[in-house]
């Protein structure tokens, strides 16, 4: 019986407009702002001693660093990405607050998954923790998109369906490049870390995507 009343609710506040995105957009900017922040909380430093100096124990977190700029530029391709999408999507509903929702899980795990890369960065497991971590984000940022616009269920009716594909595309083709990365870590350590670089650029500058979609879609 109460579920049957919290559908019914559900479909009387999605009727009047009331389930905004404004809620769900403000837990996914606090989320954000707390992952950015924990990365550089990874960066613990030892006491000097006899034996390590500040130049050997900064050296030995090179890695770390990487991985670090890394996540930070990724968590802000991810926050950008997002924010594209809601500027089409002008409600929500049940299902698509709990598939924003898991994404932010997600989100909020990748400050391990990065310290875990920079710490064992000669790991292949640690490698593939850190490109499921991403894969696993970029799914589900792609599925936000994908259900918001499905027979136009959280979008204006009268939106292009040629906008509709060319994201599409866009975090597709990420989704797949990442996929190869998280393939090549069980062949080459250091390859599959660098291909992460790549999906991280394409991400920062989405126009080159864009053009070639538009060659598909046009």
């Excluded at 919290?6 to 009047?16: G, N, Q, T, V, W």
């Excluded at 992952?35 to 006899?50: D, I, K, Q, S, W």
């Excluded at 991400?203 to 598909?216: C, Q, V, Y």
């Amino acid at each position: 019986m109460n579920f049957s009343i919290e559908e019914h609710a559900d479909a009387e506040l999605e009727k009047s407009g009331a389930l905004t995105t404004a809620r769900i957009q403000s837990l996914g900017d606090n989320i954000f702002a707390f992952a950015m922040t924990m990365l550089v909380l990874n960066f613990l430093l030892p006491e000097l001693g006899r034996e390590n100096t500040l130049v050997s124990v900064l050296s030995d977190l090179s890695f770390s660093f990487i991985a670090y700029v890394m996540s930070f530029v990724v968590l802000g391709v991810m926050w950008v990405s997002q924010q594209n999408q809601y500027h089409f999507i002008e409600r929500t509903d049940r299902l698509f607050l709990w598939i924003n929702i898991f994404f932010l899980m997600f989100v909020v795990f990748i400050p391990f998954s990065t310290h875990t890369l920079g710490l064992y960065y000669d790991s292949t497991l640690a490698v593939l923790i850190y490109g499921l971590n991403l894969l696993i984000c970029g799914a589900l940022l792609y599925m936000h998109w994908a259900y918001a616009t499905h027979n136009r269920r959280l979008v204006a009716p009268n939106l292009s369906e040629r906008v509709v594909k060319v994201i599409s595309f866009r975090f597709i083709f990420i989704i797949l490049w990442v996929s190869i990365a998280v393939l090549v870590s069980f062949l080459s350590i250091h390859a599959a870390f660098f291909l992460f670089v790549p999906a991280m650029i394409l991400g920062m500058i989405p126009t080159m995507m864009d053009r070639l979609a538009h060659r598909f879609f046009s």
